[in-house]
């Protein structure tokens, strides 16, 4: 499955737009901030423009309220009839505890001056300048009053004194009033710095800036300024007295100028900081996920691929018997898909209907057992189109992280290749055993054509006496010759079928079935096969069987032919003339071996055998021929083909047995092989 190129493409794209989803949250979570610490520095700045214009317009109100008080104050001077003898003194000590006023005039209706009292706080006022040069500002604030019928003030206007200074200065004009009759008027002269530093609240100027201006923002009297005038909230108000207003401005320093202009802009600032702090934390934690999350791809894709190259069936059940994953391979191998397959239950899909019984026990026994074969069990499985397939399957216990099991895995590994090879492998092997037996006959022929001569000559010979018996009409037939020879007759063609019989029983009888056997039995199969060529050779065939000896289990046909070879074999290590007559023996003897305790053959000590040996007093085999006695095709015959005891050893083993060779002092060798006892 090529599924890595279209896996990498959306991914790429996935982390870019990770990315710029990133850059858009930094970006607006800073917009967000910035806004945040200048709306926060903008409401700070407000509240403190607000309350400067509070205090302003308070101070405004505080000095126009002095300047009504000052007023009656200044009435309780004519409230008696004074001469202008009497109205110096209280007019004195009025200037004594008023600083703003410096100057107390009282002017006849005309205004021409009748007494008038400088402040004893500022000396020389009028040293530099004629008082005459305010009288148009006088007669202004006394044109008002008249008009008024009360208090006035003329606009400031600045009054130089000596040493190059000056001040500015305003006028106040009372009309006085005597019996409803007009009786002239009191001028007050006020220093607007003295209103500023007299008449105002020194709580609100702490710190801060005040001062009377121009329209234009002249100063025009300064009570004070603020060290920084960079960075300065103002405030203007007007002090709207009658006659003329004033406008009065105060100032304040900017709170804390700089990166935190006061509390709420840095509490904001420092969260802003640390959800950036934050932030960054997210952003790196993103990545290390990120990078995870790559790993875990990397690792599922590694795992995918793995489980896609797998030819074994892989299966996983959770403790109900559901089934939580499959695998391609197994899919593939019972014809459903996985989706068809996960979650079904017992009895599962693939098995066969017949079956299930059988298998629902087998299960629950597997389940109560807890413990699970390693080399697993051999099963049959039914494909979604009926057909039929073994397995073999090989079960571990799954176990999650906590340890606690929560299903079974298992590995299937369909062995229908594997039966199929072994069948092959047995037809060919039957095959092979048969061209051996055959072969061995094709050797055995000039044996048979001897062995069938004598009775056939036997035959002939007493049917020609026969004849002749016939043919002689002189004499009376003499029935009982007649009768032997014919007897002579059927007991030769007797022995010559034997003789044939055997041959075809060896060539032809094949069931593949294990049966019991005794041993006898198999020794008996083949002596007439063996009688012709020992015959021949003029050896003596001892057999050694002991009276009691139980049966063995054993392909029968198979082993006749095993022991016809050894004993041919033997036969043939012994050609005439070596050894001499007497030693010319071939012995085939059985024996039950009894089992030393501790000592267990094929690991299965329980188990007894019987072990047949063929010994013969041959040439022996040098150490070149022991080398490669049971390799294929190996032989020092012209004639020979070399299968007879490779096939020997298979056969033996076929059958759980062994077969094994050594000398057999003082000549010639031993051949032993065992057999289970039936
Ligand atoms: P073949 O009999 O067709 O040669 P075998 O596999 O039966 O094939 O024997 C292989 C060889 O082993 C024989 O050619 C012979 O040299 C040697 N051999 C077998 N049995 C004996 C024996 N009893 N004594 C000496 N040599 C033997």
């Known amino acids: 499955m090529n599924t890595q190129p279209v896996a990498t493409a959306p991914r790429h794209s996935l982390r870019s737009r990770r990315w710029l989803l990133w850059g858009a949250l930094l970006l607006l979570v800073g917009l967000l901030l910035g806004v945040l610490v200048f709306l926060a520095a903008e409401y700070e700045e407000g509240r403190d423009q607000a309350t400067l214009e509070h205090d302003a317009a308070q101070v405004a109100s505080d000095i126009r309220s002095e300047l009504f008080r000052n007023v009656q104050t200044l009435q309780s001077l004519h ?113 607007l710095p003295g209103l500023l530093s007299e008449l105002t609240n020194k709580t609100l100027l702490r710190g801060r800036g005040l001062s ?61 900081l640390a959800l950036l702090a934050v932030l960054a934390l997210l952003g790196r934690d993103m990545r290390r996920r990120q990078r995870a999350e790559l790993d875990v791809a990397n690792a599922l894709a590694f795992r995918k691929a793995m489980e ?194 055997s041959v075809a029983d060896f060539v032809r009888r094949r069931e593949q079935v294990r049966e019991a056997v005794a041993p006898q039995s198999l020794i008996d199969a083949i002596s007439p096969l063996l009688g012709l060529q020992a015959k021949k050779q003029r050896i003596r065939v001892h057999i050694d069987i002991p009276p009691v000896i139980p049966l063995v289990l054993c392909d029968r046909t198979m082993i006749e032919q095993v022991l016809l070879n050894l004993a041919r074999n033997g036969m043939q290590a012994m050609p005439d003339g070596d050894p001499p007559a007497p030693e010319r023996v071939l012995t085939l003897s059985v024996s039950q071996p009894r089992l030393q305790s501790g000592v267990s053959m094929g690991g299965q000590a329980q188990k007894s055998w019987v072990e047949f040996k063929v010994i013969d007093r041959g040439h022996g085999l040098s150490a070149d021929v022991q080398a490669k006695l049971f ?23 076929q059958h759980g047995g062994a077969l094994t060779f050594e000398p057999h002092p003082p000549r010639g060798t031993v051949f032993r092989f065992t057999l289970p006892v039936a």
């Open 212 to 272: 009377f201006i121009e329209p234009d923002g002249t100063r025009l009297a300064l009570h004070s300024t603020v060290n920084n005038n960079r960075s300065t909230l103002q405030a203007n108000t007007l002090l709207d007295l009658p006659g003329h207003t004033f406008m009065l401005r105060m100032e304040s320093p900017r709170q804390a100028v700089g990166l935190f202009p006061n509390v709420l802009s840095a509490v904001v600032t420092a969260l802003s």
């Open 631 to 653: 390799t294929p095709f190996f032989t020092t015959k012209t004639e020979g083909m070399g299968l007879g005891l490779s096939l020997c050893r298979t056969v033996i083993e």
């Open 79 to 191: 409230s008696v009839a004074p001469t202008d003898g009497s109205w110096a003194a209280p007019a004195a000590e009025l200037l004594g505890t008023h600083r703003e006023m410096v100057r107390l005039e009282w002017r006849s209706n005309s205004l021409a001056l009748r007494a008038h009292r400088d402040t004893p706080y500022l000396a020389n006022l009028t040293d530099y300048l004629n008082r005459e040069q305010a009288l148009p500002d006088v007669r202004q604030a006394c044109d008002n009053a008249k008009r008024l019928s009360g208090p006035a003030f003329s606009p400031s206007y600045f009054w130089p004194v000596s040493g190059g200074q000056g001040l500015e200065l305003m006028e106040m004009c009372l009309p006085v009033v005597r019996s409803g009759v007009a009786n002239g008027f009191l001028i007050v002269t006020y220093s």
């Open 308 to 501: 896609n190259s797998l030819v074994t069936g892989l299966r996983a059940r959770g403790m109900d018997g559901r089934v939580t994953y499959v695998n391609p391979a197994f899919c593939q191998m019972v014809g459903y898909s996985a989706e068809q397959l996960i979650g079904t239950g017992l009895p599962a899909p693939w098995w066969p209907p017949e079956l299930i019984d059988e298998y629902q026990q087998r299960q629950a026994v597997r389940l109560a057992g807890q413990t699970l074969p390693r080399e697993g069990y051999e099963s049959m499985f039914q494909r979604s189109d009926g057909t039929r397939f073994p397995v073999l399957i090989i079960e571990a216990p799954l176990i999650d992280a906590q340890g606690v099991q929560t299903g079974y895995m298992s590995a299937i590994i369909d062995l229908t290749e594997q039966r199929r090879v072994e069948d092959i492998n047995r037809a060919s092997q039957d095959r092979l055993q048969a061209t051996a037996r055959l072969a061995t006959v094709g050797e055995m022929a000039s044996l048979l054509s001897h062995e069938l001569n004598q009775p056939l000559a036997a035959i002939a010979s007493y049917a020609t006496g026969t004849l002749n018996l016939l043919g002689d009409n002189t004499q009376a037939l003499p029935h009982e010759d007649l009768q032997l020879a014919m007897r002579r007759i059927s007991e030769q063609a007797e022995r010559a079928g034997r003789v044939i019989k």
